[in-house]
């Protein structure tokens, strides 16, 4: 059994702090986004090894709770950090509800404060202060829970999971997702237009955005996400564009959140088929060099005979958004959010993103990181001020 490691306790997380966020290899996945798994009580259990005893009793009580760790009501994470965990496979995943991080670079250890941020790889499981922490759907802690030496932490724990409610009731009310949710962005005959030129010219399969390398890539995975978009070049359209955004979306933005908007990238109108499958799994537009300067992404609708193809945000609850024809949803980039599967028929969209001068700055400086499968933008493709939105 190793002894506990001592840290200053104020570099533990408490209940209300933000869980960190942070991207590790797993069982699995070489580079892990574990904010990917908000919308569900999330669970990281920091065991260090294994091999010993407690560890071993923390994985049985968890792997006895599948009814819990059913990627639906909550998730289990264990840490790791000792190789042979990996090198004679101690620990695999067990899907749905059980994933394991290798944390051999202390990475999330010291994020999560059970690692001293001096303490240096390699120097085994009394590298850690090993805990329990219970993060709630919005990426928020719960409860930061200690091992024990008398093993009291594994009832403790599975005791406060049986008592929390419904992810969906996570605050104890409905909480909705803070959305701006706009009818009458587009008039109709300017959604028709807009289908038109779709139906006219066709659309390229989408990918989307992933740092690889230091690089922002273009990837594409159907898995994912599968969408076809048309790229507009008349220069007139997209001016007709940006006068509504000007008129209809910027002061609400304004009014809402106090943000300035003065840039617009992207001019598409994109397709999310039924026959293709369409749909985008959970995903922030802004978590890479290339797209960090993105402030808000805008959703409108240009139609309304499909089914599904609906916006979720899955932090805030299973509720999901269908604007009307012409109708904008408009969000924070930062939030996770998803796009359901196309069931029936071809949802229609014009999904551009906004941002400020300060974020034109950024966008300009960071533009060293695109790669050569990247965003289509460079620095001197910006829109310019007396342009754009």
Known sequence: MTAPLQIDATTLLTPGDPAPSFIQRSV???????????????????????????????????YERADIFNDDQACFFGVTIDPEDEAIGRVKNRLPGYRHFWDMDLLISRLYGVAAK????????????????????????????????????????????????????????DVMAPILFLPRVFEPELCRHLIGLYEAQGGEESGFMREIG?????????????????????????????????????PEIAKVHQFKVTRMERYIVSCYAAE???????????????????RFAVSVNLNDDFEGGEVNFPEYGPRSFKAPPGGAVVFSCSLLHKVSKVTKGRRFAFLPFLYDDAAARLR???????????????????TSAEQSA
């Not at 574990?34 to 669970?43: E, I, K, Q, T, W």
């Not at 995975?221 to 979306?249: C, H, M, T, W």
């Not at 533009?367 to 001197?380: D, L, W």
């Open 28 to 62: 699995a996945n070489p580079r892990y986004s574990f904010d990917s798994a908000a919308g569900r009580y999330l669970v990281l259990c920091f065991f260090g090894s294994a091999a010993d005893g407690h560890a071993q009793a923390a994985l049985k009580a968890a």
């Open 118 to 173: 001096d303490r240096s790889p390699g120097s085994g499981p009394a590298a850690m202060a090993r805990q329990w922490v219970v993060i709630d759907p919005t990426m928020r802690v719960l409860a930061a829970i200690p091992f024990r030496p008398d093993r009291g932490d594994l009832g403790e724990v599975m005791a406060l999971l049986d008592s929390l409610p419904p992810p969906d009731r996570y605050a104890g009310i």
């Open 214 to 250: 230091g690089k922002t890539m273009g990837i594409t995975d159907p898995g994912f996400k599968r969408r076809k978009d048309y790229n507009i070049e008349d220069r007139d359209l997209i001016s007709a564009l940006q006068a509504r955004f000007l008129r209809r979306v910027v």
């Open 276 to 294: 293709d499958g369409g749909h985008f799994s959970a995903h922030r537009d802004n978590t890479t060099k290339g797209t960090a300067h993105r």
């Open 364 to 382: 300009q400086e960071n533009a060293r990181y695109i790669g050569e499968t990247g965003s289509n933008y460079r620095a001197s493709d910006q």
